[in-house]
């Protein structure tokens, strides 16, 4: 269910990674 139409919306990164602060792949963002 969590595959939705919107899927191909920003939302769902937010619901794979409700924190993007812990991505440590990509820190100069969190910089930003």
């Given at each position: 269910?969590?595959?939705e139409p919107n899927?191909?919306?920003p939302?769902?990164?937010l619901?794979?990674?409700p924190m993007p602060?812990?991505?440590p792949l990509m820190p100069?963002?969190?910089d930003r």
């Open positions: 269910m969590a595959e899927s191909s919306s939302t769902a990164t619901r794979t990674e602060r812990t991505i100069e963002v969190i």
